[in-house]
């Protein structure tokens, strides 16, 4: 099974900034309804508008949870407006397997709370952007 | 018994392969392949008999309208919604009232829910539902109490995943207007006493619905031994078609009921300001139904009967029962409802530190198809304290070969997520 590789394996079994932030500027949560995948996230961001913190919560399968620990790693120490960038396709770059058509939405949950975490930061700071 | 090698002959996609690998189906619970015959009658449908139902003077409109027709008296004498004589219960147009062709489970339940569920629950009364239901036997319940204000009960399950009775005298009462359970577990498998429930339902006068959607495909029904006021299934789960469902209901209940959708084929006289209606079933199908669907249905049930349903579930039973050997044996596995008395061919399990997508997918590389999720059953699953679990669902084309394919596929799980 190509898409069970090693990196996978080990961001799945030990996941790295997970259990989440007592102190985040701003979280988000979503699940995925057909498989049961559910993560919460917790970001960090300074006055200078860069994510010094994040953090996730929850459980899923090796794929969703795998693709989360390594955007978690992708996303520390930057500015917002290069974490808005993140497309999906980067996220299969992370991935580095080729995701079947039926794991697309496990892929691609993380990125989807990331985007949900941003948008509420900007309604609650109108004026940062 | 029938051998499971001959039918599988009948079944073209079981021909098909997937990286050379033939297609081993295990999700019979989500939905059935298809024989050779459903498939051909589809077409012969198409080719040589189409044309609207009940209305045309012309041939080929008498032909559809008696497929369409034919197919009621074959669903009415499968789920034994006949009198002695083997004859159903008719309108007064001459009809078969009590058959109701919809687009599958959900619609009927729904159905239900709006047509006779607005106009007899209101507030204080209560509705009794099961820890096991689909969502589509729980929703429209749940939306109708809280339309009307009422309030929605569960009748709860045991460690075995059946249903505990023992509460049961508390929980219907005066105020129970509506009973509404599924007959089998689509997500653990276990079979319900779905006919104390209905006996018990009867005293305080509450109307009862079966969710057979699981059961009429695997085990041998009967709406007058079972006494319920509604049963609904679906065609695709038994080797029908898609897109096509049914609802029994007693005909006097139904008699009394406004109709659901309104428009064409449902109508007596229609003014400019208002309506009467058709009489059962024409009251409860408004506009063209899926007569290709309910054409092609009438090979199926046939294909059923002939095997005989005692088979049929005596089949699925045994190969759920030889797969929760195997899987047993495995470690750290859990199976669900594996020690449940009364269970259908459904193995529901989860294996710690994988999530059941994951299994699926594994299953997936050899071409083992099973099911991961939540079944639709998300209060069960949190019951349960599991976001997801994996399925296998058995039925009259799966062997003990495709079991021991399934298995050796499982045990690759281990070995890719290195779990001993």
């Known amino acids: ?129 | 018994m029938f051998n499971a090698e001959d039918i599988k002959k009948d079944f073209p996609i079981l021909r098909t392969k997937v990286n050379g690998k033939p297609l081993v189906y295990l999700d019979n619970a989500a939905t059935s392949q298809k024989p050779e015959c459903v498939i051909k009658a589809t077409e012969r449908y198409y080719s040589t008999e189409n044309a609207n139902v009940h209305r045309g003077v012309y041939t080929l409109a008498e032909i559809a309208t008696g497929l369409y027709e034919s197919t009621r008296l074959s669903v009415a004498r499968f789920i034994g919604a006949v009198n002695g004589d083997d004859q159903p219960l008719y309108s007064e147009d001459g009809d078969i009232a009590e058959i109701i062709f919809t687009r599958g489970t959900t619609e009927s339940i729904n159905l239900v829910a709006y047509s006779w569920g607005d106009a007899n629950v209101k507030e204080g009364d209560e509705i009794l539902v099961s820890m096991l239901e689909h969502h589509s036997n729980l929703v429209p319940w749940q939306q109708l109490c809280k339309r009307k204000g009422a309030t929605l009960k569960f009748i709860p399950i045991d460690e075995n995943g059946e249903m505990d009775l023992d509460g049961l005298d508390d929980l219907i009462t005066d105020k129970t207007k509506m009973v509404a359970v599924s007959m089998i577990s689509n997500a653990l498998g276990t079979i319900t006493p779905v006919k104390e429930i209905v006996k018990k339902a009867k005293k305080v006068g509450a109307v009862t619905l079966v969710d057979g959607a699981q059961a009429a495909p695997h085990i041998p029904v009967n709406m007058r031994d079972l006494d319920c006021d509604f049963f609904a299934f679906s065609a695709h789960k038994m080797l029908g078609p898609t897109g096509l469902g049914v609802l029994y209901g007693k005909k006097e209940i139904l008699e009394k009921m406004n109709p659901f959708l309104i428009g064409g084929d449902m109508i007596r006289e229609v003014d400019l300001y208002d309506s009467t209606w058709n009489s059962p079933p024409h009251k409860f199908e408004a506009g063209t139904p899926n007569i290709a669907a309910v054409a092609a249905f009438t090979p199926a049930i046939e294909y059923l009967m002939d095997l005989g349903m005692e088979n049929v579930f005596n089949h699925s039973k045994d190969l759920r029962d030889y797969a929760v050997s195997r899987l047993r044996e495995l470690p750290k596995i859990h199976i669900y409802a594996e020690h449940a008395k009364n269970v259908s061919g459904i193995v529901s399990f989860t294996i710690k530190g994988v999530h059941a997508h994951d299994i699926a997918s594994v299953l997936a590389a050899d071409n083992v198809a099973i099911r991961a999720g939540h079944h639709c059953a998300q209060p069960l699953m949190n019951l349960m304290g599991e976001s997801a679990t994996a399925r296998m669902s058995f039925y009259i084309y799966n062997t003990r070969e495709d079991v021991d394919t399934a298995v050796r596929a499982v045990q690759k799980v281990y070995e890719i997520f290195k779990i001993s």
């Open chain 1, 1 to 129: 099974m190509d898409m069970y590789a090693e990196n996978i394996l080990h961001h799945f079994k030990e996941p790295h900034h997970f259990g989440g932030l007592a102190k985040a500027t701003v979280s988000a949560k979503e699940s995925n309804p057909l498989c049961g995948d559910k993560y919460g996230m917790d970001l960090v961001i300074d006055k200078d508008g860069v994510i010094s913190d994040a953090s996730f919560t929850g459980e899923g399968c090796a794929i969703s949870k795998a693709a989360v620990s390594m955007l978690m790693d992708e996303i520390i120490g930057k500015p917002l407006n290069e974490v808005e960038k993140i497309s999906k396709e980067n996220i299969y770059e992370l991935l580095g397997v080729e995701v079947s058509a039926g794991r697309v939405k496990c892929a691609l949950l993380g990125l989807k709370i990331l985007q949900a975490a941003i948008k509420k930061y900007h309604e609650k700071i109108p004026d940062q952007r």
